[in-house]
């Protein structure tokens, strides 16, 4: 069970406690390195291989998936220089995306957002970002591969990535997680046309369920996006040595689509607000076309209902009672009353 707030109030700053659930059986850590001529990538199966290496033509990624470890994340942080408040945020969950700057670094706290169709629900990883001269760590809490469009392209000497330094892989990281932000708003849109679509043609009660469901994910989203958007902000500005001028124009590109993001959120929610007073007009319309179906039954059946009580009371004078054809004449003038009923409703618009 991930750790609360309450948990790790008194504990000093600095203490490393993972508060997240145990999403990896194992913590596994790659290490690929490359520059314009060269390509690697080695799999390493504890902390005792790891070797920075100084030379400068080259970039280093460390890529280490699984964070629950602690002890060795502790391990970790004594090989690379990470210090211990470093470390506590990259194996806090419940962390905002942020930039900060330290000495001989920059960490970027990310998230990676996934939507599930089915049920409804944005699911966000854990990511952690630590750029030092010529080396980049990145941290995330499941085994699974989430940066491979990037080793890809790497691999494959696709863009600039080859060309450049360790600043632009963290400037390439963070926009692929951007773009999965992108991705995880265009499938919330569609949800949102579905349900526009099932709402004109038939709504039901489900469909007010769904809207709030995709209300409170949107809310959740706008909580990450929001940081999101303030820590490449500073990463955009950043003077930091380790960041050079050729990769500024990326970063402050890429802090334009978080504007973006922010925008397609917002209409979103407006979207879903309308679509909730939809949903209210609707079931209000639907309920006063019945009542008014049930009002005109009604207003027919009153004067129906008068004529066969008059001549249900039990007195035993009415001359109309031993009229030979008065049964079928009274029959006449209640159809007579109900068809001109009818024609004048029609003539109203009330039918």
């Not at 007009?281 to 639907?286: A, L, R």
Request: net charge negative; glycine share 4%.
């Amino acid at each position: 069970m991930p750790k609360s707030s309450k948990e790790r109030i008194g504990l000093p700053p600095g203490s490393i406690v993972y508060t997240g659930n145990k999403k990896a059986a194992k913590i596994t850590l790659h290490h690929l390195q490359y520059n314009f001529e060269t390509f690697q990538i080695l799999k390493l199966d504890n902390h005792s291989k790891f070797v920075i290496d100084a030379n400068q033509n080259f970039v280093d990624w460390y890529d280490i998936r699984g964070i629950h470890d602690t002890k060795l994340i502790e391990k970790i942080g004594d090989v690379f220089q990470i210090h211990n408040l470093i470390l506590e945020d990259i194996v806090d969950v419940n962390q905002r995306p942020k930039f900060e700057e330290f000495d001989n670094g920059i960490l970027l706290i990310l998230k990676s957002p996934t939507f599930n169709s089915k049920t409804l629900g944005v699911t966000f990883e854990h990511i952690a970002i630590i750029l030092k001269d010529g080396v980049l760590i990145s941290f995330q809490e499941e085994h699974s591969d989430i940066f491979l469009p990037i080793r890809d392209r790497i691999e494959s000497a696709k863009g600039k990535i080859r060309n450049q330094k360790a600043d632009y892989l963290a400037y390439a990281l963070t926009d692929f997680l951007v773009d999965q932000q992108y991705a995880v708003m265009e499938d919330i849109e569609e949800e949102v046309e579905k349900l526009e679509l099932h709402l004109l043609s038939n709504p039901q009660k489900n469909i007010k369920e769904e809207i709030f469901s995709l209300k409170r994910q949107i809310i959740i989203l706008r909580k990450e996006v929001v940081p999101l958007k303030e820590a490449i902000n500073k990463f955009s500005k950043s003077d930091h040595q380790l960041i050079k001028d050729s990769s500024k124009i990326f970063i402050m590109d890429l802090y334009d689509h978080t504007f973006q993001l922010t925008d397609m959120i917002d209409s979103n929610r407006e979207i879903l607000n309308g679509l909730q007073d939809l949903y209210l007009s609707e079931i209000s319309f639907k309920m006063n076309k019945i009542m008014q179906i049930l009002t005109i039954i009604t207003t027919v059946f009153v004067p129906l209902s008068f004529l066969t009580s008059l001549y249900g009371m039990n007195f035993k004078y009415m001359p109309e009672l031993n009229f030979k054809y008065g049964y079928f004449i009274l029959l006449g003038i209640m159809l007579l009353i109900s068809a001109c009923l009818l024609i004048w409703f029609r003539k109203n618009k009330w039918l």
